[in-house]
């Protein structure tokens, strides 16, 4: 890709790149649509809360009720940011003594830093391309990039709001089936994140996705250890 994509790196960039995405996918054929903008608000309330009404914000950020009438059945793939969820406090993993009195403090007084991830989704015609392994593909399957995801521990987890960075993917799903657009399976994994580039990561994850579909080799994503969630 010749726009490189970092934890800097300004709307218009991130703009730039899908466009990219999406033009490699035309020229190939591939039913699918790349959002054009980071989704970040589930709405446009949502959004005039954090930017008022300037018409450039506006421009720059996708919502998620937006995003369900931009959405392809066929296949659609996306960057995903969300704020600091202050709900998730209320959740056994944010009590389960793995962060620190400084972490919750921060979190609390929303000093957290804003983290993104991807999603896409696939009908059966392109996820036997994304997932071929015997008894994973079915029709209409979402995928859930997070770099920072770690597998299911003692806790367990069933449910996509036990994870603590993924609150506005359920924002994303739930305006999907509003539509309606059908899912039939949901799907998290990634990790690997140490070091605060998530970012990058995201954006190489979804780079690697259209690559490898328009390889068609076989498999685009590697989903070995990802989990099933539920809403």
């Known amino acids: 890709m010749a726009t490189p994509i970092h934890g800097e790196s300004t709307p218009e960039e991130l703009n730039i ?11 190939a054929g591939l039913p699918m649509i790349i959002i054009p903008n980071e989704v970040c608000f589930r709405n446009a309330a949502n959004r005039r809360a954090h930017y008022g009404e300037n018409p450039d ?11 369900a009438y931009m959405g392809r059945q066929s296949g659609t793939l996306m960057m ?3 704020c600091p969820n202050l709900v998730w406090e209320q959740t056994r993993l944010f ?5 620190t009195e400084e972490e919750r403090t921060a979190y609390r007084q929303g000093e957290a830093e804003w983290h993104c991830f991807a999603m896409s989704s696939h009908d059966t015609k392109v996820s036997n ?4 392994s015997p008894g994973s593909v079915g029709p209409n399957q979402c995928y859930i990039y997070d770099s920072s995801y770690l597998p ?19 924002n994303v799903i739930q305006a999907w089936r509003a539509r309606p657009l059908r899912l039939t399976e949901i799907w998290v994994g990634g990790g ?5 580039t998530c970012r990058r990561m995201t954006a190489q994850w979804m780079q690697d996705v259209v ?16 989990e099933q969630v539920f809403i």
């Open 192 to 196: 690997g994140n140490y070091d605060n």
């Open 57 to 67: 914000d506006v421009r720059q950020y996708q919502l998620a009720t937006q995003v």
């Open 95 to 99: 009590r389960s003594g793995t962060w």
């Open 17 to 27: 790149f899908f466009i990219e995405l999406q033009t490699r996918a035309d020229e």
């Open 80 to 82: 995903v940011a969300n």
């Open 211 to 226: 690559s490898r579909l328009l390889l068609q080799c076989g498999q685009a994503v590697d989903t070995d250890g990802w």
């Open 129 to 132: 391309i994304l997932c071929p």
């Open 152 to 170: 299911g521990n003692e806790i367990g987890r069933q449910r996509l709001g036990h994870l603590p960075n993924l609150h506005m993917a359920r």
